[in-house]
């Protein structure tokens, strides 16, 4: 049965890169990942949408910490029907996997999308994490073909600039995809660095990994023009 699985995933894959004139699928961590320790947040989520379900026609930011810790997101854009799904520490695979459940049942209009560096953090290949989301970008797209799709780069921060040059491998590859195939690509990765080249410490909370307000401003003013009003 999992081999099936494996064979379906394949195929529709490729059906989806060769229309977008890529000859095969790049390699992805999916059959392999292991998100089974999600299980508590995403039933959270459930538990909310039985007695407050988000709107028809929503906008949903989901991901890894850097959008679960975006607590002003209704703030930050007022009017819009936000929903934040980010459960934090998720890798572009928990997302795939929990898309069914948190992401594609709300028939959102748009659904804007930050993760990646955990996937780097944990070791893996820049070639990898673009693979995986690639598989995430085409089972939205299948499954919600008139969704509009959004995704922040990886952003650079203090505490893991040793990855950065990895970081950028993957941004590149995202951007280059995302560039053929109608997806909006929101550079954040240039904002957060001075005029040095290194990430802004004022940006930054105390862990020099998370953003602090003065961070989320950036993104605000970054992601707000490719928000559907």
């Known amino acids: 049965m999992r081999a099936s699985r494996n064979i379906i995933l394949f195929c529709g894959l490729a059906g989806w890169l060769l229309f977008a004139g890529c000859a095969s699928a790049p390699p992805n961590s999916l059959a392999r990942h292991d998100a089974a320790k999600w299980q508590s947040a995403i039933a959270a989520f459930e538990a909310a949408d039985a007695t407050n379900p988000p709107p028809s026609g ?35 695979a928990d997302v795939y996997t929990y898309a069914d459940r948190i992401i594609i049942p709300y028939a959102p209009r748009e659904v804007v999308i930050y993760a990646g560096g955990n996937d780097i953090n944990a070791g893996m290949n820049p070639e990898i994490v673009f ?38 491998s993957v941004n590149a590859l995202i951007a280059g995809y995302c560039k053929k195939n109608g997806i909006t690509f929101v ?43």
């Open 58 to 92: 929503c906008i949903v930011f989901t991901g890894s910490s850097y959008i679960r810790k975006w607590t002003t997101l209704a703030a930050d854009f007022p009017g819009l029907p936000v929903v934040n799904r980010g459960f934090g520490g998720c890798e572009l």
């Open 131 to 168: 693979g995986d989301f690639v598989a995430l970008m085409t089972k939205l797209h299948q499954a919600l073909p008139q969704t509009k799709l959004v995704f922040i780069s990886c952003p650079p921060s203090p505490k893991r600039w040793a990855q950065t040059e990895k970081i950028k």
């Open 187 to 229: 550079n954040t990765f240039t904002l957060m660095l001075g005029a040095d080249g290194l990430p802004r410490p004022e940006i930054y909370g105390d862990d020099r990994l998370h953003m602090n307000p003065n961070g989320y401003a950036i993104w605000r003013k970054a992601v707000a023009p490719c928000l559907i009003p």
